[in-house]
């Protein structure tokens, strides 16, 4: 399998990019049961050394990907509202979000089946509600939403417009949609116009690629660590692509600027 093909799927026809990346999720999610597994993003490390988010100590093992959910969840109020995360996967996030910030109900919703039944085994002991369910075709009523988070998951759809559709539809008037993902210069553009068109206003956007890259650095070492114990060496390369290892081509673009990585809080007047 070719190292570069995690990247190259980004670029195909958006529908069959969607089948593709389900299709890995799905093997991913059954294949790969390892319980102390539960996130699937690149990271962040703030280039701040002040500004250091206070975790349990059973939950510094996954200090980096958290605080990359930590960045996109503490951007609205969290506390005693309705939320969901669209993309959940293997549900680490949404199970940080339900734990630290007190929502009064906790949703994530993913597309692969396996990933659901991973999370509902995983999380039994959680109150986060994980179920089936498309991005482009969310299984909640019109305004029964306080909060939505997206995560580093947006790339593998195959109508991001709708996507964002959809979210307009299940916010409450005054609800926010925190979202964090990366693109190309090109395709950025076009995500940017998106944004605009969505329907929600932009309250704020912030580059984070620099501290995205930085994750990626302080983390490589560890992170080759630990997939060297659950796969081998046979999927080394693609997996490589996958997680963002130095060398790989998503590192090398965010490093000379060619990927870019944004948060953005939109609110739904």
Not at 9 to 33: C, E, G, M, N, T
Not at 58 to 73: K, M, S, T, W
Not at 134 to 158: K, R
Not at 171 to 185: C, E, I, P
Request: include cysteine.
């Amino acid at each position: 399998m070719p190292a570069r093909i995690f990247v190259s799927i980004l670029k195909i026809s958006p529908k069959f990019k969607k089948a593709v990346w389900k299709r890995v999720y799905q093997f991913l999610a059954s294949k790969y049961q390892t319980e102390d597994w539960t996130f699937m993003n690149y990271g962040y490390q703030s280039l701040n050394e002040s500004e250091k988010v206070e975790l349990k100590k059973e939950d510094e093992i996954n200090r980096f990907f958290i605080q990359l959910y930590h960045c996109v969840a503490s951007a609205a109020e969290l506390k005693n509202k309705m939320v969901l995360e669209v993309g959940s996967g293997r549900g680490g996030g949404a199970d940080y979000v339900e734990r630290y910030f007190q929502p009064s109900k906790m949703l994530g919703v993913d597309y692969s089946s396996n990933a659901i039944e991973f999370c509902n085994k995983v999380f039994k002991d959680s109150s986060v509600e994980y179920k089936l369910g498309d991005a482009e075709n969310l299984p909640f009523e019109n305004e029964s939403l306080d909060v939505v988070i997206n995560v580093e998951s947006s790339h593998c759809y195959g109508d991001v417009p709708a996507f964002f559709g959809e979210v307009k539809r299940v916010l409450k008037s005054g609800g926010y949609f925190s979202y964090a993902d990366f693109r190309d210069k090109e395709p950025f553009e076009r995500l940017k116009k998106d944004l605009v068109n969505s329907g929600l206003e932009i309250v704020n956007s912030t580059n984070i690629s620099k501290e995205v890259l930085r994750a990626l650095d302080d983390f490589n070492e560890e992170k080759m660590k630990r997939f060297g114990k659950m796969f081998g060496s046979w999927l080394k390369k693609p997996l490589s692509e996958f997680a963002g290892m130095k060398g790989s081509s998503i590192y090398e673009d965010l490093s000379n600027g060619n990927t870019v990585y944004y948060h953005y809080l939109l609110r739904k007047n």
